[in-house]
Every structure is written in C-alpha cells, then in structure tokens.
T-cell receptor, first 114, second 114 residues
Framework: DVKVTQSSRYLVKRTGEKVFLECVQDMDHENMFWYRQDPGLGLRLIYFSYDVKMKEKGDIPEGYSVSREKKERFSLILESASTNQTSMYLC?????????????FGPGTRLTVT | AQSVTQLGSHVSVSEGALVLLRCNYS??????LFWYVQYPNQGLQLLLK??????LVKGINGFEAEFKKSETSFHLTKPSAHMSDAAEYFCAVRMYNQGGKLIFGQGTELSVKP
C-alpha cells in the first residue's frame, strides 16, 4: 500500500511564527504536491515538485515556500504565519509521465493560526 | 484553461436511494478522469478512474462512473446509498501535458438520511 504521511494531524501556531509541515511518501514517486482546502473553495494547489530540488508554483503560492532535499520528503514552510493561513493542508504524491497516474493523499494537517 | 464543474455542492439522498453526483469537464481532448472521496478530517481516497477503453468504470464501495465524451461528463452513481457513503466527493481530471497535476472540481457533499 502506498503511504503518504504528514507530520501532524493538528497544529496550533501563533501569528508571525515560522511553520514547517512535513510530508513523506514511500512509493518512490517523482511528483509531490501541497494543497490547501477551505470550505466552498475546494482544493487549491500551493506548490508542486517534480524532482528533488525542483519546484513549481501552483495557484496560491503567496506566503508559502517549499523544500525537497530528498525524493521521499516534501516540506511546506510558512515563513510568517498569518490567521488567513488557517486551513486544512493536504500533501499528495504520484508518478510522473503522461500515464493515468492518480495522486495519493496524506491524512491532512489542520492548522490553526491564532 | 481546463476546468471541472460539479453540479450541486450538497446532495441529500435517503438510505437505499440512487446516488448521482455530476461532473463535467472542459476539454476537447479526453483527459484521464478520477473520482475521490473524503471522509471527515481525512485525506482523499481514490474511488475510481477512467483511462481508456470501457466507458463504464467500476470502483470501490459499489460506486461506478460513466465517461461520455459527447457530453464531456463523468457522473458518479451508486444504485443504493448507505449511511457510510456520507462524505465529500471530488471529481478531477489529468491532462496529458500537465506534468501530473490534477484539476479538481469544487466538491459535492453527500448526505444520507435514514
């Protein structure tokens, strides 16, 4: 079974703190993704990575950065957390190429910024 | 830009009734198509996917979906709803030239009444 794990299920941080969300996959997938999910807005892509040290901005990258130093690990960084970043964060991974490869999702991290 | 439209953000059915969740995509080239389910406070789980070939696709938990190219639709059905089907459902497409990114619909929340 593919496993995508996220470092925390629930996280509470204060405004201005630097926040790290970690994601690890065990299927040797090239692609990894970070989404945020908000009621009524569906899933929005923040960043994705198609290889180690490679990244591409998604639809809403402002206020976030990412790091991928190893193939299995993809980190999302909130440099200075703000209350409007309170959300559910979902990590996913998939094979690359043009095939019908689905994304596998982690359980999510519910982040609250106070 | 490609888009995915799910008609109805909330659908309510009685237990034992037919479930029909609608999904339309905008593309002249048939993409790969997916349905995911999300239970409360969990990540997304793949229900089924369409790649090529047979247009009626069977998935887990008794769900199936039919790809209709002429209607650019991929509606999800289940003949008889169960209480455990209450969840949020997402339709997604993957284009051949998008590097593995999925385009998600806004989601449909399914409620099942006893």
């Amino acid at each position: 079974d593919v496993k995508v794990t996220q470092s925390s299920r629930y996280l509470v941080k204060r405004t201005g703190e630097k926040v790290f969300l970690e994601c690890v996959q065990d299927m040797d997938h090239e692609n990894m993704f970070w989404y945020r999910q908000d009621p009524g807005l569906g899933l929005r892509l923040i960043y994705f990575s198609y290889d180690v040290k490679m990244k591409e901005k998604g639809d809403i990258p402002e206020g976030y950065s990412v790091s991928r130093e190893k193939k299995e690990r993809f980190s999302l960084i909130l440099e200075s957390a703000s209350t409007n970043q309170t959300s559910m964060y979902l990590c996913a991974s998939s094979f690359s190429g043009t095939g019908p490869y689905e994304q596998y999702f982690g359980p999510g991290t519910r982040l609250t910024v106070t | 830009a490609q888009s995915v439209t799910q008609l109805g953000s909330h659908v309510s059915v009685s237990e034992g009734a037919l479930v029909l969740l609608r999904c339309n995509y905008s593309s002249s080239v048939p993409p790969y198509l997916f349905w995911y389910v999300q239970y409360p406070n969990q990540g997304l789980q793949l229900l089924l996917k369409y790649t090529t070939g047979a247009t009626l696709v069977k998935g887990i938990n008794g769900f199936e979906a039919e790809f209709k190219k002429s209607e650019t639709s991929f509606h999800l059905t289940k003949p008889s709803a169960h209480m455990s089907d209450a969840a949020e459902y997402f339709c997604a497409v993957r284009m051949y030239n998008q590097g593995g990114k999925l385009i998600f619909g806004q989601g449909t929340e399914l409620s099942v009444k006893p």
